[in-house]
Structures are given as structure tokens and as C-alpha cells.
């Protein structure tokens, strides 16, 4: 490792990285500070699941000291082209300067089965790469973070230990904010159009009865879509949780047949003008998620 | 007597004044024992409250931090996981790949061979992998029917040197589709139409030109910063069409300069041009001059929304291409053209518009002539709709005109299905 880093010789004081997420990025930018420049390919709009490896962005992973991705398969159809292209030889996989974010992470939906294939969705064989919306992922991955940058940026160590410290810190306090707003719905059901979501209900307890897709990245079709009716009116769902970049006529259809509020939030920094970093990402999902609660509450 | 008397009497009063005193002790006591009551459930209503108090405050403490204090159901993905040890044990094997292009060609052309006929056009078989920390293998085997009898082929096998000493420079070696534009490198299955545009078929045959050969690329520094690559190519002299064919010993020399901009983050444009040079009969300027010069220009504009990206994209995609062909001796049966320079032209544009997410319409206008006979000419015109059922299989119908100055016009219809099997690495932007 130690002759790996030598060779690169980063001897410089900052360091450009490159994510592929702007969840990434914020996080990246909380624990690097000033000794950090932080681009993401994919903005918080768009579905991480599909960005196009254009040339630029091979560009931008030709200048990167640093690649961060989630990883779990999510970047499966880019993120090989951009560092094939970049010719750059530091962030390639098994070099310092490639980190995978997810290490340590707590996982769900790791399939079980003996055979994953096609014919269950766009499933990912080492588990629902969403994860950073469980707000204790954030935690592990601003450690995996701050530790990758300590070994590239050793002199300022001190630094980013800090900068952890003080993101540990307001995360305690914004979590029990979170946990506090989020009480009152403990144990309460929601759909979903996605599987982006089940890191998010399992941390503040929500139950998601079904999902909009029949199987995940297959789009909802009318068979399925009645299915999701009868679940959602059995189970008294009052909440569809979506993603900014899906269409919203599915899910306003079942909304008009159950009574139910579409929640539409962003699933990513960048997804809406609130969500500036990740501390305002998890507060829009949450307000929203509250709102859309007392909404269909009152109706 | 007297004594006995007061004695008696004292003896009889006295339980009466213990009596009394008893009386007034057991008052005493019980109003001690209010008293202590009182008090006693003072405090316990006030250690109540208090003990409701903490339990208040333990339990808003709890719902704060139980939800961390809870186990994880899975963690770490670092050991791998049972259900991947399938993909773990595989992980040293290339990535295979299977991609069916059945097609139904319906056309009033009477000498095609598929003419109204089914096809399993073609079978291709990928492998890819890393072969070691400098390098990528990629391996591309065609199986085609032909004459009724099915053939394999080598369609692409290259080694890329992916880490070179000169910093943005890249190598290929091995058997590849040459860096000619866009089309030409494009394989059957993820073309956007059902068939290549005229020029190509017209210039390089087929399926393009894919020769043996080495090929190094470039990233140009410019203080833009911006994409701008150079690729320098030698390859083998194969392709009988524009140059001399399989019997040949020379070689072919290709350059290509590829400048990538963003307009926004949603739009971009590629602007491209190519340049091949090599002998078209091999003959080494025995009978006069023989070389061929092909020259090439691409422009391409994409747009993709961000937010509804996956929903609607819009590629706009033209190439030109100018061939100047030497031949010493050609006779086509009327007359002999010598020491000649034969040129010619092809070109075409094309515009996909996706409106859903599973669908896309498309256009094509070709326009060709041909290397050897450049009296004769090609307009065609295409129309076509994809629906992509998902990432890995789409079904795909087009209408062809083709009016030809040499032979008659052609209406054609294909009815196309593409499959995959395997994780086939996604193909350029």
C-alpha cells in the first residue's frame, strides 16, 4: 500500500475527487473541508442507476486524485467505461485513490436466493445499494471517507478527524430531530415506487406494504398497479413515497383509487433546491414524509 | 383498715386512670399515624409524579437513540455474502455474454437471400475481462448463417494496455473494428436502426470494417479541458471493399480526431474526423497508382433531460464520408478506366426521438454512392420504432425505400428482436 501511494506522489495539498453521487460529494465536502474538490457525475435529479458515460466525464475522472463510488453494482453501467477512458491510473479499482463507500455499511435486501437472474428485476446481487438514506450509513461512510483521505493527505489527518468529529456531532443532533419528527408515523405503512426506500423505513420505522414496480427498474403496469390498489386499501396505505426523476401518472392514478398522498422527495442531494447537503436531504424527505402523513390524515 | 381501704380504692382506679391514660396515648397515636399517612402519601405522590417524570423522559430518551441501538439486519459487505459466493468463486472467469438479433426481412427485392423470410441474424458471443493490472481482454464471436450453413467468426478480440508510462495514452492490439466515425463500430445488436447506413455497407462492407491491428490513442491536453482525442491506427489490408482485400500484404493507416463538448449538463456534441489510407490492390504501385484515401466526418448531438432522462432523449447523428479510389485498370465490360482516380461520396442522418421509456421512433436518410461504380447511387429512407421491453431486450420495426439509379427501388420492412444474456459491458456514449 505504502509503495502503491508513493508512486502516485499526490504532493499537493489539495485534492481533487471525483463521486459519482452528490451524496458523495456532500459528505466528502463536510469531512475534507478546505483540502478537498469535489465534482459528482451524477446530479441529484437524475436516477444513479442510469448516467451516460460521456467523455467529459472521462475528463473529469482523468483529473481526480480521488473516485468514490456507493458501489454495490449501482454504477454497474458507467463507472467502468469513465475509468477505462480517463487512462488514470490512481483511481482504479484496488488503488488509493478508488474507494468504495460502502464498506461496513449495514445492508438490507441481500438476496437470499441461490440463483439471482434477470427475471427477478434489476436486483443487485450484493444488496440494495441504497443505503445512504439510513443516516447511520452516513456515519460509516464519512468515516470510510475521512480514513481514505487521512492515508492520501496523512499531514492533515488532524484535520479531517475534526471535520469528523463536528459531522458526528450535528448528525446526533439532527437524528434525534429526525427520530423525534419521525415518531408519531412508527410502524405506519407506505408504498413506494422503488425499492430506493427501505434503508430509510427500517431506520424510522416505517413498514412499506408494496412497491409501484412489479420487480425493481421494471416500470408499473396496469395488472400490477390494481394489485398495489387492493394492498393499499386492505393496509389502509395513505402514503406513495417517490423519487424526483419517475413519472408521477402511476402513482397519482393509485393515489385517485386509495386516497392516498403522493409524496414525491429527492432520493439524492441535488434532487430538489432544499436538499443542499445530505443534513437538508434527510430534512426534506422527513418534513415531506410528515406533511404527506398530516395531509392524508385530515382527508 | 383506713390503709386498706385507700389501697382498694387505688387499686380499683387505677386501670380506670390507665384506662385514660392508654386513651389518650392511642389519640396521640393515631393522629401521629394520620399524620405519618399524610405525609407517607405526600411523598408517594410526589415520588409518582417524579418516577412518572423519569419514565417520561427515559422513554423520549429511548425513542431517540433506540433506532441506533438496533442491530442491523446485514452488515458488511467487505465478507462475501453466501448468496454472491457463486459470483466470487466465478470472479476469475471473463464476463460471457450471449446476444440473439432475430430478424423477419419482408422485401420486394427478389434476389435477397432472406427475402420474407425469418432470420437468426446473428449470434454474438462476448468476453470480457481484466487481464491483468495493466491490461483488458475483449473477445467478440459472431455466429452467422450463410449459403444455409452456419459460420463463426472473430468479429473483435483485443488486448487495450490501459496504463501506459506517457500519461493519456492508450493502446489496442489484436482484431478490432476500425476507428472510422461512428457507425462503423457499432455492433448489429446495438446499432439504432435494424440495418447500418448505406455508406457503410457501400464503403466497408456488411458489418463495417474490422481488420487485425494496433491502435493508440490520445488524450489531447488543451487548456479547455475539454475531451479531444487522437486514435492512430495500422491495421491489415483485409477489407476488399474501399482497399485490397485478403490477399493483400500492405496495411491500412487510420487517424481519427474525436472533440467531446457539454452544451449543458443535458446536450452534447461530438464532432469527429477520420482518414484511412492504404492500397487497393495490393500490387504496390506495380500498374500505376492503387491507393485508396477515405475521409470522414461526424457530428453528433445528443440531449438527454436530467430529471425525466429516463423518459425522453433525443440523438441527432451524421456522418459524410469521400473516398478517392486509385484504379489502374478497371474495366466494367464497356470501357477501361486508367490511372484514374474514382470519387465518391456517401452519407447519412439520423434522428431518434424517445418519447416513453420504453419507446423510441426513429428516421434515417442515406444518401451513397459506391468505391468502384460512382455512376451509380443511392437514396434510402427509413422509419422506425423501437419498444425496449427492458435494458436487455427490444423489439424493433422499420420501413426501408431504397431508390437506386442502377437497379430498381426496394421497399423493405424488417420485424427485429434483440436479447441478452450475461452482464455485456455497455457500449460507448
Given at each position: 500500500?505504502?509503495?502503491?501511494?508513493?508512486?502516485?506522489?499526490?504532493?499537493?495539498?489539495?485534492?481533487?475527487?471525483?463521486?459519482?453521487?452528490?451524496?458523495?460529494?456532500?459528505?466528502?465536502?463536510a469531512?475534507?473541508?478546505?483540502?478537498?474538490?469535489?465534482?459528482?457525475?451524477?446530479?441529484?435529479?437524475?436516477?444513479?442507476?442510469?448516467?451516460?458515460?460521456?467523455?467529459?466525464?472521462?475528463?473529469?475522472?482523468?483529473?481526480?486524485?480521488?473516485?468514490?463510488?456507493?458501489?454495490?453494482?449501482?454504477?454497474?453501467?458507467?463507472?467502468?467505461?469513465?475509468?477505462?477512458?480517463?487512462?488514470?491510473?490512481?483511481?482504479?479499482?484496488?488503488?488509493?485513490?478508488?474507494l468504495?463507500?460502502?464498506?461496513?455499511?449495514?445492508?438490507?435486501?441481500?438476496?437470499?436466493?441461490?440463483?439471482?437472474?434477470?427475471?427477478?428485476?434489476?436486483?443487485?446481487?450484493?444488496?440494495?445499494?441504497h443505503?445512504?438514506?439510513?443516516?447511520?450509513?452516513?456515519?460509516?461512510v464519512?468515516?470510510?471517507?475521512?480514513?481514505?483521505?487521512?492515508?492520501?493527505?496523512?499531514?492533515?489527518?488532524?484535520?479531517?478527524k475534526?471535520?469528523?468529529?463536528?459531522?458526528?456531532?450535528?448528525?446526533?443532533?439532527?437524528?434525534?430531530?429526525?427520530?423525534?419528527?419521525?415518531?408519531p408515523?412508527?410502524?405506519?405503512?407506505?408504498?413506494?415506487y422503488?425499492?430506493?426506500?427501505?434503508?430509510?423505513?427500517?431506520?424510522?420505522?416505517?413498514?412499506?406494504?408494496?412497491?409501484?414496480?412489479?420487480?425493481?427498474?421494471?416500470?408499473?403496469?396496469?395488472?400490477?398497479?390494481?394489485?398495489?390498489?387492493?394492498?393499499?386499501?386492505?393496509?389502509?396505505?395513505?402514503?406513495?413515497?417517490?423519487?424526483?426523476?419517475?413519472?408521477?401518472?402511476?402513482?397519482?392514478?393509485?393515489?385517485?383509487?386509495?386516497?392516498?398522498?403522493?409524496?414525491?422527495?429527492?432520493?439524492?442531494?441535488?434532487?430538489?433546491?432544499?436538499?443542499?447537503?445530505?443534513?437538508?436531504?434527510?430534512?426534506?424527505?422527513?418534513?415531506?414524509?410528515?406533511?404527506?402523513?398530516?395531509?392524508?390524515?385530515?382527508? | 383498715?383506713?390503709?386498706?381501704?385507700?389501697?382498694?380504692?387505688?387499686?380499683?382506679?387505677?386501670?380506670?386512670?390507665?384506662?385514660?391514660?392508654?386513651?389518650?396515648?392511642?389519640?396521640?397515636l393515631?393522629?401521629?399515624?394520620?399524620?405519618?399517612?399524610?405525609?407517607?402519601?405526600?411523598?408517594?405522590?410526589?415520588?409518582?409524579?417524579?418516577?412518572?417524570?423519569?419514565?417520561?423522559?427515559?422513554?423520549?430518551?429511548?425513542?431517540?437513540?433506540?433506532?441506533?441501538?438496533?442491530?442491523?439486519?446485514?452488515?458488511?459487505?467487505?465478507?462475501?455474502?453466501?448468496?454472491?459466493?457463486?459470483?466470487?468463486?466465478?470472479?476469475?472467469?471473463?464476463?460471457?455474454?450471449?446476444?440473439?438479433?432475430?430478424?423477419?426481412?419482408?422485401?420486394?427485392?427478389?434476389?435477397?437471400?432472406?427475402?420474407?423470410?425469418?432470420?437468426?441474424?446473428?449470434?454474438?458471443?462476448?468476453?470480457?475481462?481484466?487481464?491483468?493490472?495493466?491490461?483488458?481482454?475483449?473477445?467478440?464471436?459472431?455466429?452467422e448463417?450463410?449459403?444455409?450453413?452456419?459460420?463463426?467468426?472473430?468479429?473483435?478480440?483485443?488486448?487495450?494496455?490501459?496504463?501506459?508510462?506517457?500519461?493519456?495514452?492508450?493502446?489496442?492490439?489484436?482484431?478490432?473494428?476500425?476507428?472510422?466515425?461512428?457507425?462503423?463500430?457499432?455492433?448489429?445488436?446495438?446499432?439504432?436502426?435494424?440495418?447500418?447506413?448505406?455508406?457503410?455497407?457501400?464503403?466497408?462492407?456488411e458489418?463495417?470494417?474490422?481488420?487485425?491491428?494496433?491502435?493508440?490513442?490520445?488524450?489531447?491536453?488543451?487548456?479547455?479541458?475539454?475531451?479531444?482525442?487522437?486514435?492512430?491506427?495500422?491495421?491489415?489490408?483485409?477489407?476488399?471493399?474501399?482497399?485490397?482485400?485478403?490477399?493483400?500484404?500492405?496495411?491500412?493507416?487510420?487517424?481519427?480526431l474525436?472533440?467531446?463538448?457539454?452544451?449543458?449538463?443535458?446536450?452534447?456534441?461530438?464532432?469527429?474526423?477520420?482518414?484511412?489510407?492504404?492500397?487497393?490492390?495490393?500490387?504496390?504501385?506495380?500498374?500505376?497508382?492503387?491507393?485508396?484515401?477515405?475521409?470522414?466526418?461526424?457530428?453528433?448531438?445528443?440531449?438527454?433531460?436530467?430529471?425525466?432522462?429516463?423518459?425522453?432523449?433525443?440523438?441527432?447523428?451524421?456522418?459524410?464520408?469521400?473516398?478517392?479510389?486509385?484504379?489502374?485498370?478497371?474495366?466494367?465490360?464497356t470501357?477501361?478506366?486508367?490511372?484514374?482516380?474514382?470519387?465518391?461520396?456517401?452519407?447519412?442522418?439520423?434522428?431518434?426521438?424517445q418519447?416513453?421509456?420504453?419507446?423510441?421512433?426513429?428516421g434515417?436518410?442515406?444518401?451513397?454512392?459506391?468505391?468502384?461504380?460512382?455512376?451509380n447511387?443511392?437514396?434510402?429512407?427509413?422509419?422506425?420504432?423501437?419498444?425496449a421491453?427492458?435494458?436487455?431486450?427490444?423489439?424493433?420495426?422499420?420501413?426501408?425505400?431504397?431508390?437506386?439509379?442502377?437497379?430498381?427501388?426496394?421497399?423493405?420492412?424488417?420485424?427485429?428482436?434483440?436479447?441478452?444474456?450475461?452482464?455485456?459491458?455497455?457500449?460507448?456514449?
Open positions: 500500500m505504502l509503495l502503491a501511494m508513493s508512486s502516485f506522489a499526490y504532493g499537493k495539498d489539495t485534492l481533487n475527487v471525483l463521486t459519482t453521487t452528490e451524496d458523495l460529494k456532500s459528505i466528502t465536502e469531512i475534507g473541508g478546505d483540502k478537498v474538490k469535489v465534482d459528482s457525475l451524477a446530479k441529484g435529479l437524475q436516477d444513479p442507476h442510469f448516467v451516460d458515460a460521456k467523455p467529459s466525464f472521462m475528463m473529469k475522472a482523468k483529473n481526480a486524485d480521488l473516485f468514490i463510488r456507493i458501489g454495490l453494482e449501482l454504477e454497474i453501467g458507467y463507472e467502468e467505461l469513465i475509468i477505462d477512458g480517463s487512462r488514470n491510473q490512481k483511481i482504479r479499482i484496488g488503488n488509493p485513490g478508488h468504495d463507500a460502502s464498506e461496513g455499511v449495514y445492508l438490507l435486501e441481500v438476496p437470499t436466493t441461490a440463483k439471482v437472474d434477470r427475471s427477478m428485476g434489476d436486483v443487485h446481487p450484493m444488496g440494495n445499494p443505503y445512504w438514506l439510513d443516516p447511520e450509513n452516513a456515519r460509516i464519512a468515516r470510510n471517507i475521512a480514513g481514505r483521505l487521512s492515508e492520501i493527505l496523512p499531514e492533515n489527518d488532524g484535520y479531517f475534526e471535520n469528523l468529529k463536528a459531522f458526528d456531532k450535528k448528525m446526533d443532533e439532527k437524528t434525534a430531530e429526525w427520530n423525534r419528527k419521525m415518531a408515523f412508527k410502524g405506519k405503512k407506505i408504498a413506494i422503488h425499492r430506493s426506500w427501505p434503508y430509510f423505513a427500517d431506520r424510522f420505522g416505517l413498514v412499506i406494504a408494496c412497491e409501484l414496480e412489479p420487480k425493481p427498474g421494471i416500470p408499473p403496469s396496469p395488472g400490477h398497479l390494481k394489485e398495489v390498489i387492493d394492498i393499499m386499501k386492505r393496509d389502509n396505505v395513505k402514503i406513495i413515497l417517490m423519487e424526483v426523476f419517475y413519472d408521477e401518472k402511476p402513482a397519482q392514478f393509485v393515489a385517485a383509487q386509495t386516497g392516498a398522498e403522493v409524496v414525491v422527495v429527492p432520493n439524492s442531494v441535488g434532487g430538489t433546491k432544499d436538499a443542499k447537503d445530505y443534513f437538508s436531504l434527510i430534512d426534506t424527505i422527513v418534513e415531506k414524509i410528515a406533511a404527506g402523513f398530516q395531509v392524508s390524515g385530515k382527508e | 383498715m383506713k390503709k386498706a381501704i385507700i389501697l382498694f380504692i387505688i387499686i380499683l382506679f387505677i386501670p380506670l386512670f390507665a384506662a385514660d391514660a392508654r386513651g389518650s396515648e392511642v389519640a396521640q393515631q393522629q401521629e399515624m394520620a399524620a405519618l399517612r399524610s405525609q407517607f402519601s405526600e411523598m408517594k405522590m410526589s415520588y409518582e409524579t417524579r418516577i412518572n417524570q423519569l419514565e417520561t423522559k427515559i422513554e423520549d430518551i429511548q425513542k431517540t437513540y433506540s433506532i441506533r441501538a438496533q442491530t442491523p439486519q446485514i452488515t458488511s459487505p467487505v465478507q462475501p455474502q453466501s448468496t454472491s459466493l457463486g459470483r466470487y468463486f466465478q470472479s476469475f472467469n471473463p464476463d460471457v455474454s450471449v446476444i440473439g438479433d432475430f430478424t423477419y426481412h419482408a422485401t420486394d427485392r427478389k434476389n435477397e437471400e432472406f427475402r420474407n423470410q425469418f432470420q437468426m441474424r446473428q449470434t454474438e458471443l462476448a468476453f470480457s475481462a481484466s487481464v491483468d493490472p495493466y491490461a483488458r481482454g475483449d473477445f467478440f464471436f459472431h455466429i448463417q450463410e449459403n444455409g450453413d452456419w459460420h463463426i467468426g472473430l468479429c473483435e478480440g483485443y488486448l487495450t494496455l490501459l496504463t501506459l508510462p506517457i500519461e493519456g495514452l492508450q493502446a489496442k492490439a489484436g482484431k478490432f473494428k476500425v476507428e472510422f466515425g461512428k457507425a462503423n463500430k457499432y455492433h448489429l445488436h446495438n446499432l439504432p436502426w435494424v440495418d447500418y447506413p448505406n455508406m457503410i455497407t457501400n464503403y466497408f462492407g458489418e463495417g470494417m474490422s481488420e487485425p491491428g494496433v491502435s493508440a490513442s490520445y488524450l489531447i491536453p488543451n487548456p479547455w479541458n475539454k475531451y479531444m482525442e487522437l486514435t492512430g491506427q495500422v491495421v491489415n489490408n483485409s477489407n476488399g471493399v474501399s482497399f485490397a482485400g485478403t490477399d493483400s500484404k500492405d496495411l491500412v493507416y487510420l487517424g481519427h474525436k472533440a467531446f463538448f457539454d452544451i449543458n449538463e443535458e446536450s452534447t456534441v461530438e464532432a469527429g474526423s477520420s482518414l484511412a489510407v492504404g492500397s487497393n490492390t495490393g500490387s504496390h504501385g506495380k500498374f500505376g497508382k492503387d491507393m485508396t484515401a477515405l475521409e470522414g466526418l461526424d457530428l453528433t448531438y445528443k440531449w438527454r433531460p436530467l430529471q425525466k432522462g429516463l423518459y425522453k432523449s433525443l440523438t441527432f447523428q451524421n456522418e459524410l464520408l469521400f473516398s478517392q479510389k486509385d484504379r489502374p485498370y478497371f474495366d466494367d465490360g470501357d477501361i478506366i486508367d490511372g484514374k482516380t474514382l470519387n465518391s461520396w456517401g452519407a447519412y442522418s439520423s434522428l431518434e426521438y418519447f416513453a421509456k420504453r419507446w423510441t421512433a426513429f434515417r436518410y442515406d444518401f451513397s454512392e459506391f468505391p468502384d461504380y460512382t455512376k447511387r443511392e437514396n434510402a429512407y427509413s422509419l422506425g420504432l423501437t419498444f421491453q427492458s435494458e436487455y431486450c427490444l423489439w424493433r420495426v422499420q420501413f426501408k425505400r431504397t431508390n437506386r439509379n442502377y437497379d430498381k427501388d426496394e421497399n423493405a420492412v424488417w420485424l427485429q428482436c434483440d436479447f441478452g444474456l450475461g452482464p455485456h459491458r455497455k457500449h460507448e456514449y
